[in-house]
Protein backbone atom coordinates (compact mmCIF):
# COMPACT_ATOMS: atom_id res chain seq x y z
CA UNK A 1 0.00 0.00 0.00
CA UNK A 2 1.14 3.47 -0.99
CA UNK A 3 1.69 6.20 1.71
CA UNK A 4 -0.96 8.32 -0.14
CA UNK A 5 -3.51 5.14 -0.05
CA UNK A 6 -2.61 4.28 3.13
CA UNK A 7 -3.35 8.14 4.69
CA UNK A 8 -6.80 7.91 2.46
CA UNK A 9 -7.20 4.72 4.27
CA UNK A 10 -6.42 6.13 7.65
CA UNK A 11 -8.91 8.82 7.41
CA UNK A 12 -11.88 6.55 6.09
CA UNK A 13 -10.85 4.40 9.18
CA UNK A 14 -11.12 7.32 11.28
CA UNK A 15 -15.46 7.42 10.74
CA UNK A 16 -15.87 3.83 9.49
CA UNK A 17 -13.49 1.56 12.15
CA UNK A 18 -15.14 -1.40 10.57
CA UNK A 19 -16.40 -1.76 7.45
CA UNK A 20 -18.11 -4.87 8.83
CA UNK A 21 -20.19 -2.54 10.93
CA UNK A 22 -21.48 -0.98 7.23
CA UNK A 23 -22.40 -4.13 6.42
CA UNK A 24 -25.23 -4.11 8.79
CA UNK A 25 -26.58 -1.05 7.68
CA UNK A 26 -29.83 -1.43 5.73
CA UNK A 27 -29.13 1.23 3.23
CA UNK A 28 -26.08 -0.05 2.87
CA UNK A 29 -27.35 -3.14 2.30
CA UNK A 30 -30.21 -1.82 0.06
CA UNK A 31 -27.67 0.09 -2.55
CA UNK A 32 -25.06 -3.12 -2.37
CA UNK A 33 -27.90 -4.98 -3.54
CA UNK A 34 -28.84 -2.85 -6.99
CA UNK A 35 -25.72 -2.58 -7.66
CA UNK A 36 -25.49 -6.28 -7.23
CA UNK A 37 -28.57 -7.15 -9.22
CA UNK A 38 -26.90 -5.87 -12.25
CA UNK A 39 -23.85 -7.19 -11.72
CA UNK A 40 -25.01 -10.46 -11.55
CA UNK A 41 -27.27 -10.32 -14.59
CA UNK A 42 -23.96 -9.45 -16.90
CA UNK A 43 -21.56 -11.52 -15.60
CA UNK A 44 -23.04 -15.21 -15.01
CA UNK A 45 -19.64 -16.16 -12.79
CA UNK A 46 -20.64 -13.35 -9.92
CA UNK A 47 -23.79 -15.04 -9.53
CA UNK A 48 -22.15 -17.98 -7.38
CA UNK A 49 -21.15 -15.11 -4.76
CA UNK A 50 -23.65 -14.13 -1.34
CA UNK A 51 -25.16 -10.71 -1.69
CA UNK A 52 -22.75 -7.63 -1.83
CA UNK A 53 -23.52 -6.69 2.19
CA UNK A 54 -21.90 -10.25 3.23
CA UNK A 55 -18.69 -9.89 1.21
CA UNK A 56 -17.89 -6.60 2.49
CA UNK A 57 -18.17 -8.02 6.12
CA UNK A 58 -15.93 -10.87 5.55
CA UNK A 59 -13.63 -8.25 4.15
CA UNK A 60 -12.86 -6.49 0.83
CA UNK A 61 -9.98 -4.69 0.88
CA UNK A 62 -12.18 -1.32 1.62
CA UNK A 63 -13.66 -2.35 -2.13
CA UNK A 64 -17.72 -1.69 -0.65
CA UNK A 65 -18.65 -2.29 -3.79
CA UNK A 66 -17.91 -4.54 -7.84
CA UNK A 67 -15.76 -6.29 -5.21
CA UNK A 68 -17.25 -9.75 -7.07
CA UNK A 69 -13.80 -10.99 -8.79
CA UNK A 70 -11.39 -10.22 -5.50
CA UNK A 71 -13.79 -12.24 -3.60
CA UNK A 72 -13.73 -15.02 -6.43
CA UNK A 73 -9.91 -14.73 -6.39
CA UNK A 74 -9.62 -14.65 -2.81
CA UNK A 75 -8.05 -17.89 -1.33
CA UNK A 76 -5.84 -18.97 -4.38
CA UNK A 77 -2.74 -18.46 -3.26
CA UNK A 78 -3.27 -19.51 0.34
CA UNK A 79 -4.51 -22.71 -0.86
CA UNK A 80 -1.22 -23.20 -3.34
CA UNK A 81 0.73 -22.05 -0.18
CA UNK A 82 -0.61 -24.64 1.97
CA UNK A 83 -0.68 -27.96 -0.73
CA UNK A 84 2.95 -26.90 -1.29
CA UNK A 85 4.56 -26.26 1.92
CA UNK A 86 2.47 -30.10 3.13
CA UNK A 87 0.13 -28.64 5.23
CA UNK A 88 -2.48 -30.22 4.46
CA UNK A 89 -3.36 -32.64 1.70
CA UNK A 90 -6.94 -33.47 -0.40
CA UNK A 91 -8.16 -36.37 1.90
CA UNK A 92 -7.25 -33.87 4.90
CA UNK A 93 -9.75 -33.13 8.18
CA UNK A 94 -9.47 -29.36 8.09
CA UNK A 95 -10.88 -26.63 10.51
CA UNK A 96 -11.74 -23.66 9.73
CA UNK A 97 -12.43 -20.62 12.68
CA UNK A 98 -14.12 -17.53 11.68
CA UNK A 99 -14.77 -19.12 8.20
CA UNK A 100 -17.51 -16.55 6.98
CA UNK A 101 -19.71 -17.85 3.85
CA UNK A 102 -17.07 -19.70 3.60
CA UNK A 103 -15.29 -17.80 0.90
CA UNK A 104 -11.69 -20.22 1.12
CA UNK A 105 -13.90 -23.46 1.66
CA UNK A 106 -14.88 -22.85 -1.87
CA UNK A 107 -11.69 -23.60 -3.18
CA UNK A 108 -12.33 -27.15 -1.69
CA UNK A 109 -15.56 -27.66 -2.77
CA UNK A 110 -15.15 -26.73 -6.69
CA UNK A 111 -11.84 -28.31 -6.90
CA UNK A 112 -11.34 -31.04 -9.72
CA UNK A 113 -8.74 -32.10 -11.70
CA UNK A 114 -8.39 -35.51 -13.75
CA UNK A 115 -11.06 -36.67 -11.12
CA UNK A 116 -9.44 -35.78 -7.94
CA UNK A 117 -11.53 -33.68 -6.07
CA UNK A 118 -11.43 -33.16 -2.09
CA UNK A 119 -12.17 -35.94 -0.13
CA UNK A 120 -11.31 -35.00 3.21
CA UNK A 121 -13.46 -32.97 5.60
CA UNK A 122 -13.96 -29.06 6.65
CA UNK A 123 -15.66 -27.33 9.61
CA UNK A 124 -16.24 -23.82 9.38
CA UNK A 125 -16.60 -21.85 12.66
CA UNK A 126 -18.34 -18.28 12.86
CA UNK A 127 -20.28 -16.32 15.33
CA UNK A 128 -22.44 -14.70 12.44
CA UNK A 129 -25.83 -16.64 11.69
CA UNK A 130 -26.47 -14.99 8.29
CA UNK A 131 -22.99 -15.84 6.93
CA UNK A 132 -23.29 -19.44 8.42
CA UNK A 133 -27.08 -19.50 7.19
CA UNK A 134 -25.61 -18.73 4.17
CA UNK A 135 -22.72 -21.23 3.92
CA UNK A 136 -24.60 -24.04 4.68
CA UNK A 137 -27.29 -23.59 2.02
CA UNK A 138 -24.03 -23.06 -0.22
CA UNK A 139 -22.38 -26.11 1.09
CA UNK A 140 -25.19 -28.95 0.45
CA UNK A 141 -22.66 -31.76 0.77
CA UNK A 142 -22.82 -32.30 4.61
CA UNK A 143 -21.03 -35.24 4.71
CA UNK A 144 -17.52 -33.16 3.73
CA UNK A 145 -18.84 -29.58 4.71
CA UNK A 146 -20.24 -28.61 8.15
CA UNK A 147 -20.85 -25.37 10.14
CA UNK A 148 -20.58 -24.61 13.95
CA UNK A 149 -22.06 -21.68 15.78
CA UNK A 150 -19.21 -20.06 18.28
CA UNK A 151 -20.72 -18.65 21.44
CA UNK A 152 -18.17 -16.02 21.45
CA UNK A 153 -19.36 -12.62 21.40
CA UNK A 154 -18.11 -9.46 19.29
CA UNK A 155 -18.66 -5.93 19.04
CA UNK A 156 -18.04 -5.98 15.12
CA UNK A 157 -19.18 -9.24 13.91
CA UNK A 158 -22.84 -11.10 14.81
CA UNK A 159 -25.43 -9.96 17.00
CA UNK A 160 -23.74 -6.86 18.28
CA UNK A 161 -26.27 -5.79 20.28
CA UNK A 162 -24.87 -5.01 23.38
CA UNK A 163 -27.47 -7.08 25.68
CA UNK A 164 -26.12 -10.31 23.79
CA UNK A 165 -22.71 -9.47 24.57
CA UNK A 166 -21.07 -11.98 27.37
CA UNK A 167 -17.51 -12.40 28.10
CA UNK A 168 -15.71 -15.05 29.33
CA UNK A 169 -17.64 -17.55 27.05
CA UNK A 170 -15.53 -20.22 25.45
CA UNK A 171 -16.02 -22.18 22.51
CA UNK A 172 -15.62 -25.75 22.22
CA UNK A 173 -14.65 -26.90 18.79
CA UNK A 174 -16.77 -30.14 17.46
CA UNK A 175 -14.14 -32.58 16.96
CA UNK A 176 -12.40 -35.23 19.04
CA UNK A 177 -9.12 -34.95 20.40
CA UNK A 178 -6.17 -35.32 18.22
CA UNK A 179 -7.96 -36.05 15.04
CA UNK A 180 -7.86 -32.88 12.57
CA UNK A 181 -4.56 -32.70 10.46
CA UNK A 182 -4.85 -28.51 9.92
CA UNK A 183 -6.51 -25.82 12.02
CA UNK A 184 -6.28 -22.43 10.18
CA UNK A 185 -7.84 -18.83 10.54
CA UNK A 186 -7.35 -15.60 7.96
CA UNK A 187 -8.01 -12.46 9.27
CA UNK A 188 -9.97 -13.44 12.51
CA UNK A 189 -6.88 -13.11 14.92
CA UNK A 190 -6.73 -9.54 13.92
CA UNK A 191 -10.52 -9.13 15.39
CA UNK A 192 -10.25 -11.26 18.56
CA UNK A 193 -9.28 -10.33 22.04
CA UNK A 194 -7.02 -12.05 24.37
CA UNK A 195 -9.78 -14.77 26.30
CA UNK A 196 -10.93 -15.64 22.44
CA UNK A 197 -7.94 -15.99 21.15
CA UNK A 198 -6.68 -17.97 23.96
CA UNK A 199 -9.52 -20.14 23.66
CA UNK A 200 -8.66 -20.70 20.40
CA UNK A 201 -4.97 -21.89 20.28
CA UNK A 202 -6.25 -24.40 23.52
CA UNK A 203 -8.85 -25.84 21.15
CA UNK A 204 -6.76 -26.26 18.32
CA UNK A 205 -4.26 -28.02 19.97
CA UNK A 206 -6.78 -30.01 21.75
CA UNK A 207 -7.86 -31.49 18.27
CA UNK A 208 -4.89 -31.56 16.41
CA UNK A 209 -3.23 -34.49 15.49
CA UNK A 210 0.52 -34.67 16.81
CA UNK A 211 2.66 -33.20 13.91
CA UNK A 212 -0.22 -31.62 12.25
CA UNK A 213 -0.28 -27.42 11.90
CA UNK A 214 -2.25 -24.50 13.07
CA UNK A 215 -2.11 -21.48 11.00
CA UNK A 216 -3.52 -18.10 11.62
CA UNK A 217 -3.15 -14.66 10.03
CA UNK A 218 -2.44 -11.82 13.04
CA UNK A 219 -1.09 -8.15 13.60
CA UNK A 220 1.73 -8.51 15.02
CA UNK A 221 2.46 -5.14 16.32
CA UNK A 222 6.47 -4.48 16.40
CA UNK A 223 6.07 -5.67 12.64
CA UNK A 224 3.88 -3.07 11.78
CA UNK A 225 6.17 -0.74 13.26
CA UNK A 226 9.13 -2.00 11.70
CA UNK A 227 7.48 -2.05 8.42
CA UNK A 228 6.30 1.74 8.94
CA UNK A 229 3.08 0.42 8.51
CA UNK A 230 2.33 1.74 11.79
CA UNK A 231 0.60 5.31 12.47
CA UNK A 232 -1.57 5.41 8.64
CA UNK A 233 -3.83 3.11 8.11
CA UNK A 234 -3.34 1.33 11.60
CA UNK A 235 -2.21 3.32 15.26
CA UNK A 236 -3.09 0.25 17.54
CA UNK A 237 -2.65 3.26 20.17
CA UNK A 238 -5.22 1.81 22.39
CA UNK A 239 -4.77 -1.48 24.73
CA UNK A 240 -7.00 -3.86 26.40
CA UNK A 241 -5.12 -6.55 28.24
CA UNK A 242 -2.06 -7.92 25.62
CA UNK A 243 -3.97 -6.34 23.03
CA UNK A 244 -3.45 -2.91 21.06
CA UNK A 245 -6.66 -2.06 19.77
CA UNK A 246 -7.39 0.73 17.04
CA UNK A 247 -11.21 1.23 18.58
CA UNK A 248 -12.52 1.88 22.29
CA UNK A 249 -15.95 1.67 20.59
CA UNK A 250 -15.49 -1.27 18.48
CA UNK A 251 -12.58 -3.16 20.25
CA UNK A 252 -12.58 -6.03 17.88
CA UNK A 253 -12.31 -3.82 14.58
CA UNK A 254 -8.77 -4.56 14.26
CA UNK A 255 -6.20 -6.09 16.81
CA UNK A 256 -2.49 -6.63 17.60
CA UNK A 257 -0.44 -8.60 19.52
CA UNK A 258 3.53 -8.19 19.93
CA UNK A 259 5.69 -11.64 18.92
CA UNK A 260 6.61 -12.35 22.49
CA UNK A 261 2.65 -12.49 23.59
CA UNK A 262 1.72 -15.31 20.52
CA UNK A 263 4.66 -17.49 20.40
CA UNK A 264 5.08 -17.83 24.70
CA UNK A 265 1.20 -18.50 24.54
CA UNK A 266 1.41 -20.93 22.31
CA UNK A 267 4.71 -22.20 23.57
CA UNK A 268 2.92 -22.44 26.73
CA UNK A 269 -0.04 -24.18 25.74
CA UNK A 270 1.89 -27.24 23.89
CA UNK A 271 3.12 -26.22 20.56
CA UNK A 272 6.79 -27.35 19.18
CA UNK A 273 7.92 -25.45 16.81
CA UNK A 274 6.08 -21.62 16.42
CA UNK A 275 7.15 -19.42 14.20
CA UNK A 276 6.13 -16.10 12.90
CA UNK A 277 5.98 -15.13 9.19
CA UNK A 278 5.31 -11.97 7.44
CA UNK A 279 2.62 -12.59 5.31
CA UNK A 280 3.53 -10.98 1.74
CA UNK A 281 0.87 -12.91 0.02
CA UNK A 282 -1.36 -10.17 -0.13
CA UNK A 283 1.93 -7.72 -1.22
CA UNK A 284 0.87 -5.75 1.89
CA UNK A 285 3.18 -7.15 4.50
CA UNK A 286 0.47 -6.11 6.51
CA UNK A 287 -0.74 -9.15 8.27
CA UNK A 288 1.79 -12.51 9.77
CA UNK A 289 1.41 -15.79 9.76
CA UNK A 290 1.16 -17.30 13.06
CA UNK A 291 2.79 -21.05 12.67
CA UNK A 292 2.46 -23.53 15.10
CA UNK A 293 3.59 -27.58 15.27
CA UNK A 294 1.42 -29.51 17.80
C1 LIG B 1 -12.43 -10.59 8.27
S1 LIG B 1 -13.65 -11.84 8.29
C2 LIG B 1 -12.79 -13.16 7.46
C3 LIG B 1 -13.70 -14.24 6.97
C4 LIG B 1 -13.04 -15.42 6.24
N1 LIG B 1 -11.92 -15.93 6.99
C5 LIG B 1 -12.62 -15.02 4.86
O1 LIG B 1 -11.43 -14.79 4.63
O2 LIG B 1 -13.50 -14.91 3.99
C6 LIG B 1 -13.67 -12.36 9.99
C7 LIG B 1 -14.69 -13.44 10.24
O3 LIG B 1 -14.52 -13.91 11.57
C8 LIG B 1 -15.80 -14.03 12.18
N2 LIG B 1 -15.61 -13.90 13.64
C9 LIG B 1 -15.38 -12.79 14.37
N3 LIG B 1 -15.21 -13.10 15.67
C10 LIG B 1 -15.30 -14.44 15.76
C11 LIG B 1 -15.17 -15.38 16.82
N4 LIG B 1 -14.92 -14.99 18.06
N5 LIG B 1 -15.31 -16.69 16.53
C12 LIG B 1 -15.57 -17.11 15.26
N6 LIG B 1 -15.70 -16.27 14.22
C13 LIG B 1 -15.57 -14.97 14.46
C14 LIG B 1 -16.65 -12.95 11.53
O4 LIG B 1 -18.02 -13.19 11.65
C15 LIG B 1 -16.12 -13.00 10.09
O5 LIG B 1 -16.83 -13.95 9.35
Redesign the pocket.
Known amino acids: MNLRNARVDGFFRKYVPST?SLSYNPIFKLVGYVNDSVMKLLVPEFRSLPPNHLRV???VGNKLFNNHAHCLL?GFNFWIDLFSNGRCALDSSIV?????YG??AAHLKNYSIQGDEFTGSYLG????DE?LEYAKNAFTDGSKFTFQK?P?S?RT??SRDMADLVEGVT?RIECHDDSQDLVY????FT??LEE?LKNYVEESYRVLKPGAVMQMNVFVYEFLHRSGNLGSRFKFKHRKGNAYIESLDFP?AAVAYSSIFLESLCAEIGFSDVELRVDDVYGEALQSFLICTK
Do not use: N
Open positions: ARVGSELGCGRKIDVDLSHSYGCSTSLHLEE
